[in-house]
């Protein structure tokens, strides 16, 4: 069955300090990746995604992640992260592959990253 | 950006009434726009596709009479919890797809079946 799977729950980090959020998907081929943002009364913003090509892909706010097709994996990081990067986040999956599943994400469980001074 | 918006965003029922969210795309036209719920800590589970013009396509284990959707024109898609029950209650949110497959999602409507 195809999954998505983030397995922290819950991270807490200083400001300033590096951010790492981890993504794994299970799928028949390799799917589009992306990245969102859930903040209090605000829609999910995308912060990055990943079609093809480059494995290493740049996003909104100095996020980045890494594609690694060996272990089926899209992490999330951020060299410094700021107050303001308290959130939750989520990893989302797409398979382009047939015309009923265009634009369906799956997501993740959520990552709640909590900045601390 | 393309903006969506929910209204209400938050809604208090009593158990047995009916609730509509409504969705809309405020600066483009949207032809489909998924429905998804999300429960407290976890995860949006995709609940249904609506389709401009023709029947919402509901995914597995979402029952089709309990929540009813209608897109009725290009820029509004509504969602109907039909005879609400507690376990209904639920962050219910709306996403319009875009080009590249990125989608602009709503802001969500909060439901509270008392």
């Known amino acids: 069955a195809q999954s998505v799977t983030q397995p922290d729950i819950h991270i807490t980090v200083s400001e300033g300090a590096s951010l790492e959020l981890r993504c794994n998907y299970s799928y028949g081929a390799t799917p589009y990746l992306f990245w969102y943002v859930q903040s209090p009364g605000q829609g999910l913003q995308l912060l990055l995604k990943y079609f093809s090509g480059d494995t290493l892909v740049q996003g909104i706010k100095g996020f980045e992640a890494e594609f690694k097709r060996s272990q089926s994996s899209f992490n999330l990081r951020k060299p410094s992260v700021h107050w303001s990067d308290a959130a939750e986040y989520f990893c989302?999956?797409?398979?382009?592959?047939?015309?009923?599943?265009?634009?369906?994400?799956?997501f993740g469980a959520g990552t709640q990253v909590v900045v601390t001074p | 950006g393309a903006v969506v918006s929910q209204h209400p965003s938050r809604v208090i029922c009593k158990s047995g009434t009916s609730v509509k969210i409504e969705c809309r795309s405020l600066d483009f036209q949207a032809t489909t726009m998924f429905w998804y719920r999300q429960f407290p800590k976890q995860s949006l589970m995709l609940m249904a596709t609506s389709n401009e013009g023709s029947k919402a396509t509901y995914e597995q284990g979402v029952e089709k009479d309990k929540f009813l959707i209608n897109h009725a024109s290009l820029t509004l898609s509504t969602l109907t919890v039909t005879s609400a029950h507690p376990e209904d209650s639920s962050f219910y949110i709306c996403?319009?797809?875009?080009?590249?497959?990125?989608?602009?999602f709503g802001p969500g409507t909060r439901l509270t079946v008392t």
């Open positions: 989302a999956v797409g398979s382009p592959m047939t015309t009923d599943s265009w634009g369906k994400l799956q």
């Open positions: 996403s319009a797809p875009a080009p590249g497959w990125e989608q602009y």
